[in-house]
């Protein structure tokens, strides 16, 4: 039972009207009043664009973790739109959600454990990678038809069959096939070091998966998709290139190679809350690890940690103000940052803009990035549930 419900009627009635009335006061207002997070889809247009240009077979569109923060549904549509025509995620649940949204392009999930919900997935039409024989005996026993792809790990030790594994599993697959239970229409891989062009890795994944290949074709397999790069790749390394390319963080425009102009997509704005002017000598939030070394004026911002801001960035990060970049003062707090505005009149309700595409001198996901310690990867697809997409 809730503590409203524990209440006499009367006192319930009266908290009711108490908060109509106070709703009614509240002015109406249509523009989202706390932390907002604006995704630019036309620059996820361009950037699809210049993969589709780039990449000699199909572009898959990776949505996985909601499309890179960038929200699934919308991003999905986006690039289908641009010249994607496949979708991948890691989970069964997030083809599920795509499927529900109204996605009917191919969907790919690569990630899941050995009881997920093969049935579902074969229902909705969602191809399986399959990196183990468990996988493999799973998806059979689950269901008929299932579209799969083998996964080979081509040197990351992370997902994907151990090469040791692989022409078992080909052979297991093949087996499948003939049998009627599967269709297996991929052979994937990724490359661990794509990031970084020329580093031998890159050479070594690149032939292990084109042995992979060979040993699907000599146990009977064709398998028509086939693919090995991601964004890095795509980029810097066209050798890498098969049939078919699944790139996520470049579609939200993050080039983890440095090579390549794209589009940031992603921008977080935040109103300030209150200002106050301090004292020479004043200490500012939990550890006071920054003091005005002068008088001046401090604004409050009501996102922190748990909005996605890396407590680690305390001391290093900006926002901007007017136009102006303004540094972040003491510790990121859960709930909330104080940003030094200096003398600058700056009022209860102006916005701030966290992070942004950069032109108009804003702070970028990048900038996070480097006062984190970490990759855009990860500023973008931390941004908490509180957060309101717009
Ligand atoms: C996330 C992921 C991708 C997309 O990688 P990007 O570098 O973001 O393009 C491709 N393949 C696999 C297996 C992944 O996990």
Same mark, same amino acid.
């Given at each position: 039972?809730?503590?409203?419900? #524990?209440?006499?009627?009367?006192?319930?009635? /009266?908290?009711?009207?108490?908060?109509?009335?106070?709703?009614?006061?509240?002015?109406?207002? $249509?523009?989202?009043?706390?932390?907002?997070?604006?995704?630019?889809?036309?620059?996820?247009?361009? !950037?699809?664009?210049?993969?589709?240009?780039?990449?000699?077979?199909?572009?898959?569109?990776?949505?996985?973790?909601?499309?890179? =923060?960038?929200? +699934?549904?919308?991003?999905?549509?986006?690039?289908?739109?641009?010249?994607?025509?496949?979708? =991948?995620?890691?989970?069964?649940?997030?083809?599920?959600?795509?499927?529900?949204?109204? #996605?009917?392009?191919?969907?790919?999930?690569?990630? !899941?454990?050995? *009881?997920?919900?093969?049935?579902?997935?074969?229902?909705?039409?969602?191809?399986?990678?399959?990196?183990?024989?468990?996988?493999?005996?799973?998806?059979?026993?689950?269901?008929?038809?299932?579209?799969?792809?083998?996964?080979?790990?081509?040197?990351?030790?992370?997902?994907?069959?151990?090469?040791?594994?692989?022409? $078992?599993?080909?052979?297991?697959?093949? $087996?499948? /096939?003939?049998?009627?239970?599967?269709?297996?229409?991929?052979?994937?891989?990724?490359?661990?070091?794509?990031?970084?062009?020329?580093?031998?890795? !890159?050479?070594?994944? %690149?032939?292990?998966?084109?042995?992979?290949?060979?040993?699907?074709?000599?146990?009977?397999?064709?398998?028509?998709?086939?693919?090995?790069?991601?964004?890095? #790749?795509?980029?810097?390394?066209?050798?890498?290139?098969?049939?078919?390319?699944?790139?996520?963080? +470049?579609?939200?425009?993050?080039?983890?190679?440095?090579?390549?102009?794209?589009?940031?997509?992603?921008?977080?704005?935040?109103?300030?809350?209150?200002?106050?002017?301090? $004292?020479?000598?004043?200490?500012?939030?939990? +550890?006071?690890?920054?003091?005005?070394?002068?008088?001046?004026?401090?604004?409050?911002?009501?996102?922190?940690?748990?909005?996605?801001?890396?407590?680690? #960035?305390?001391?290093?990060?900006?926002?901007?103000?007017?136009?102006?970049?303004?540094?972040?003062?003491?510790?990121?707090?859960? *709930?909330?940052?104080?940003?030094?505005? =200096?003398?600058?009149?700056?009022?209860?309700? /102006?916005?701030?803009?966290?992070?942004?595409?950069?032109? +108009?001198? /804003?702070?970028?996901?990048?900038?996070?990035?480097?006062?984190?310690?970490?990759?855009?990867?990860?500023?973008?697809?931390?941004? =908490?549930?509180?957060?309101? %997409?717009?």
């Amino acid at each position: 039972m809730s503590a409203v419900s #524990a209440l006499p009627i009367t006192e319930r009635a /009266e908290l009711a009207e108490l908060a109509e009335r106070h709703s009614v006061r509240r002015a109406p207002t $249509a523009v989202p009043s706390g932390p907002t997070l604006h995704t630019d889809l036309d620059a996820v247009a361009a !950037n699809t664009r210049l993969f589709a240009a780039r990449v000699p077979g199909a572009l898959m569109a990776v949505v996985k973790a909601d499309g890179f =923060g960038h929200g +699934g549904a919308a991003v999905a549509r986006t690039a289908l739109a641009h010249g994607a025509s496949w979708l =991948g995620v890691t989970s069964i649940e997030e083809a599920l959600t795509l499927r529900a949204g109204g #996605a009917t392009a191919p969907i790919l999930s690569w990630l !899941n454990t050995i *009881d997920a919900d093969f049935t579902a997935a074969i229902g909705e039409r969602v191809d399986l990678a399959v990196p183990s024989a468990a996988h493999l005996d799973a998806i059979t026993g689950a269901g008929l038809g299932a579209r799969i792809h083998l996964h080979l790990d081509t040197g990351m030790a992370r997902d994907g069959a151990a090469p040791r594994d692989w022409s $078992a599993l080909c052979r297991a697959a093949r $087996a499948a /096939e003939r049998a009627g239970l599967v269709r297996v229409v991929g052979v994937m891989g990724h490359l661990g070091c794509a990031d970084v062009p020329g580093d031998p890795a !890159n050479a070594a994944g %690149r032939a292990a998966f084109t042995w992979g290949v060979q040993i699907a074709r000599a146990v009977g397999l064709r398998p028509a998709l086939r693919h090995l790069a991601a964004t890095s #790749a795509t980029l810097t390394y066209p050798a890498a290139l098969h049939t078919m390319s699944r790139v996520g963080a +470049g579609l939200v425009g993050i080039d983890p190679t440095g090579t390549t102009r794209l589009s940031p997509a992603l921008t977080l704005t935040a109103p300030v809350v209150s200002v106050r002017r301090v $004292a020479r000598g004043t200490g500012v939030g939990y +550890g006071h690890t920054w003091t005005a070394d002068r008088a001046t004026t401090l604004a409050l911002l009501p996102l922190g940690y748990a909005d996605g801001l890396p407590r680690v #960035a305390s001391g290093r990060a900006q926002v901007a103000l007017r136009g102006r970049r303004c540094p972040v003062v003491g510790r990121i707090s859960m *709930d909330q940052v104080v940003v030094d505005v =200096g003398d600058a009149p700056v009022r209860p309700g /102006e916005v701030a803009t966290v992070f942004g595409p950069g032109p +108009g001198g /804003e702070p970028t996901t990048a900038d996070w990035a480097s006062w984190s310690d970490t990759i855009e990867h990860e500023i973008v697809t931390g941004i =908490g549930p509180r957060v309101v %997409r717009a």
